[in-house]
């Protein structure tokens, strides 16, 4: 199932995306899809009634789609999660995920506008495969119990400013977390229509030019050791987004280090969770 929100920002209703491409009105199952929804059978309810018919269709024509969650409790990232990534930034093969958060306001939608900070002059991009939780999870016992608790899978971007991240502070957060650097969608997709989140395929181009193309089977940590280890330094929540790491061809690791500007339009997908497209101004 392909769970969305659409309508003007802070607007947004919950819907769903039937497999012709159409989109239901889920109004009437559920006020918002965020962690309570998840949390109480809220997709098992939406399924029911797409199965049961009568869910009002809503018309698509300059229709936004926002973020398919509503604000996450907390984004938690991994970085260097992609051998030829760490190889390309000149940092070794971590021996254990290397963890960082990242500001929960920065979600956007997968279309929407996203801004250069003021004073940048290294704003970066990374297509990432997000995990969203679906129930509240501790101490997870391995793989198997990991997977249980996935609610699903979306297309993450996380847009990063490298300066901000890497000279001004010993830690990450500084570039991460700027205004805008995470845009989400356009589909929450249930992990059992995702089937193996470690066979897909992950793409980003810049203007037209293919910078990223990298597949999810090439992690370090695979996703269902991600989900483990985390739980077992912190509680996860319903609704909390992990993003799990980018695949080579980031501007910090390319010639000539073409860091985005204003004006510039970025794509990207993910195989089966749909594609994004934004375009960057100036703060």
């Given at each position: 199932m392909k769970l969305l929100r659409v309508g003007a920002p802070g607007e947004e209703r919950p819907a769903v995306r039937t497999d012709d491409g159409r989109l239901l009105d889920l109004s009437s199952v559920t006020?918002?899809?965020?962690?309570?929804?998840?949390?109480?059978?809220?997709?098992?309810?939406?399924?029911?009634?797409?199965?049961?018919g009568g869910l009002p269709e809503l018309d698509t024509d300059g229709l936004r789609i926002g973020a398919p969650l509503v604000r996450p409790g907390k984004i938690i990232c991994?970085?260097?999660?992609y051998r030829d990534h760490a190889a390309e930034t000149g940092a070794a093969i971590p021996p254990r995920p290397v963890v960082f958060m990242k500001d929960p306001g920065t979600v956007v939608g997968p279309y929407d506008e996203?801004?250069?900070?003021?004073?940048?002059?290294?704003?970066?991009?990374?297509?990432?495969?997000?995990?969203?939780?679906?129930?509240?999870?501790?101490?997870?016992?391995?793989?198997?119990?990991?997977?249980?608790?996935?609610?699903?899978?979306?297309?993450?971007?996380?847009?990063?400013e490298r300066e901000f991240q890497l000279e001004y502070s010993p830690q990450w957060d500084l570039g991460k977390s700027c205004e805008t650097?995470?845009?989400?969608?356009?589909?929450?997709v249930t992990a059992d229509e995702v089937g193996d989140p470690q066979d897909l395929g992950l793409h980003l181009s810049v203007n037209g030019v293919k910078r990223q193309d990298g597949r999810t089977g090439d992690m370090i940590f695979p996703v269902d050791h991600i989900v483990s280890y985390l739980s077992q330094y912190m509680v996860l929540e319903p609704g909390?987004?992990?993003?799990?790491?980018?695949?080579?061809?980031?501007?910090?690791?390319?010639?000539?280090?073409?860091?985005?500007?204003?004006?510039?339009?970025?794509?990207?997908?993910?195989?089966?969770?749909?594609?994004?497209?934004?375009?960057?101004t100036q703060a």
């Open positions: 006020r918002d899809i965020d962690g309570d929804f998840l949390a109480s059978g809220g997709v098992d309810r939406a399924r029911a009634a797409v199965v049961a991994v970085g260097l999660n996203v801004l250069i900070p003021r004073g940048s002059v290294k704003t970066d991009w990374e297509v990432e495969l997000a995990v969203v939780i679906g129930r509240r999870a501790r101490y997870l016992d391995g793989p198997e119990a990991a997977r249980a608790v996935i609610a699903g899978y979306a297309i993450s971007h996380d847009v990063s650097f995470n845009p989400l969608g356009p589909w929450l909390d987004v992990i993003n799990t790491g980018t695949p080579a061809g980031v501007a910090l690791g390319l010639p000539g280090t073409p860091f985005l500007r204003p004006g510039d339009t970025v794509e990207l997908s993910v195989d089966g969770l749909g594609s994004q497209r934004q375009t960057f």
